[in-house]
């Protein structure tokens, strides 16, 4: 395992489509973020898991925005009925705490164009 | 508030010294981190400092933090091409973490 993976890399999809996206995080890891980032700007935070609980979903995620992590491995992120404004890069990151330090470990993203 | 703030763009020579400067509001974290970012690509975590500590040295890295200012420096020495990216500093690591715009760092041949 070398890391976390995103899937997939690029998507194009046309307004009203829905699209899903996988991450894979590092094995052990228990947490897993998702994040938004768009041109010129830092990365968002959207909803966060512990295994797979999903404790913490910021006032960006629309009600077309939904998250799973069912098995406390893998995560899922779909956009329904999507807009142009979904545009974007979908970061997601994983990690594990030790000792107060929890580092993020972030996928190479998935960078989505809706049209 | 949590945000975290810092210079849009630095532009350095090869083979200088780059200093890219953050300040946070939230002093809560127990540690603070800096990432780096390269066009297309993920994150990168480049280095941390506890928020205990004033200093931490990493090969071509130096973390100075200053807690009464809520300033928080990276310097990377012997600034390489390979170091063009978008550096962003961050508080936290537990639960969500507050990214800035983060600074571009242009390094000139």
């Known amino acids: 395992d070398t890391g976390v993976s995103q899937d997939p890399r690029h998507k194009i999809t046309k307004r009203g489509q829905n699209v899903t996206f996988r991450c894979d995080p590092i094995?052990?890891?228990?947490?897993l973020y998702w994040y938004r980032q768009t041109l010129g700007q830092g990365p968002e935070f959207l909803t966060y898991?512990?295994?797979?609980?999903?404790?913490?979903k910021s006032r960006l995620l629309s009600d077309r925005f939904s998250a799973e992590r069912p098995k406390g491995s893998f995560s899922t992120l779909e956009i329904q009925r999507t807009e142009q404004g979904d545009s974007a890069m979908y970061l997601c990151?994983?990690?594990?705490?030790?000792?107060?330090?929890?580092?993020?470990?972030f996928g190479p993203g998935t960078r989505l164009l809706v049209l | 508030g949590e945000d975290v703030e810092q210079s849009l763009f630095l532009s350095v020579r090869e083979g200088d010294s780059s200093v890219i400067n953050c300040t946070y509001t939230?002093?809560?974290?127990?540690?603070l981190y800096w990432y780096k970012q390269e066009p297309g690509a993920g994150l990168q975590l480049l280095t941390y400092?506890?928020?205990?500590?004033d200093m931490k040295q990493d090969q071509r890295l130096t973390v100075l933090l200053n807690k009464k200012d809520k300033h928080l420096s990276l310097r990377i020495a012997d600034t390489q091409t390979g170091d063009s990216a978008i550096y962003f500093c961050?508080?936290?690591?537990?639960?969500?973490?507050?990214f800035g715009t983060g600074t571009k760092l242009q390094v000139i041949p």
């Open positions: 400092i506890f928020s205990n500590m």
């Open positions: 094995s052990e890891h228990n947490r």
């Open positions: 990151a994983s990690s594990l705490e030790v000792g107060g330090l929890e580092t993020q470990y």
């Open positions: 898991f512990q295994n797979e609980a999903q404790l913490e």
């Open positions: 961050t508080r936290g690591g537990y639960q969500k973490v507050t």
């Open positions: 939230d002093s809560s974290s127990t540690y």
